[in-house]
Every structure is written in structure tokens, then in C-alpha cells.
């Protein structure tokens, strides 16, 4: 209806173990956009926008271990695993 995902809701209710476990997913997608043109971290809390903000940072971090480790061990399934990552 709003269409706010998941990351949207925990973001907007505080729910910081499901914004830790969301992200803890590599394909999480941090940047898909509300009705309203918002990401998720737009609609964090100001008073804990710090301590969210520190999730979706290490979600990013991690991401790029992630797919840096990818390339190196899987070099023939990079190209489909960045296509699939993408959408």
C-alpha cells in the first residue's frame, strides 16, 4: 500500500534486532524506495538515527567483504551474483 518493505517498518517501529537481522542478509536491498520516495534510513528516529545508521554501515561494509570473496573464489558466478544484487 505504502510500499514500505520490511527494513522500512523496523526502521519506523525501532526494531533493532530485525534491522540487525535484515541486514545481516547480503542481498538486503538498502536502497529500495517508499510511495513517499524514501530509503529506509530516511525514515529512522533522529534520537536513534546514530545507532541505525551504525547497521546499515556495517550491512555495506560487510557486503563488500562479501562480494570481494565472491570474486576471488567464484570467478565464473560474480557477473550473475552482481546482476541478481542489482535488481
Known amino acids: 500500500i505504502d510500499g514500505n518493505t520490511a527494513l522500512h517498518y523496523a526502521v519506523i517501529k525501532k526494531h533493532f534486532k530485525v534491522i540487525k537481522v535484515l541486514l545481516s542478509k547480503n542481498e538486503v536491498k538498502t536502497n529500495i524506495k517508499n510511495n ?6 530516511e525514515l529512522a ?43
Open 36 to 41: 513517499n520516495n524514501q530509503i529506509p534510513i
Open 45 to 87: 528516529d533522529p534520537v536513534f538515527y546514530n545507532k541505525i545508521e551504525s547497521y546499515f554501515k556495517h550491512h555495506e561494509i560487510n557486503k563488500k567483504i562479501f562480494i570481494q570473496k565472491v570474486q576471488i573464489e567464484d570467478k565464473d558466478n560474480y557477473n550473475i551474483f552482481l546482476e541478481n544484487l542489482n535488481e
